[in-house]
């Protein structure tokens, strides 16, 4: 249980890092 919410806690980090890259890249136009 511990290990799979570790990996669940790794797997939302990097989802939120790809995520901030992928907006200072492409950022919304407005």
Do not use: H, I
């Amino acid at each position: 249980m511990v290990k799979y919410y570790e990996s669940t806690n790794t797997f939302q980090f990097s989802w939120s890092q790809v995520a901030q890259g992928f907006w200072k890249r492409y950022p919304n136009p407005q």
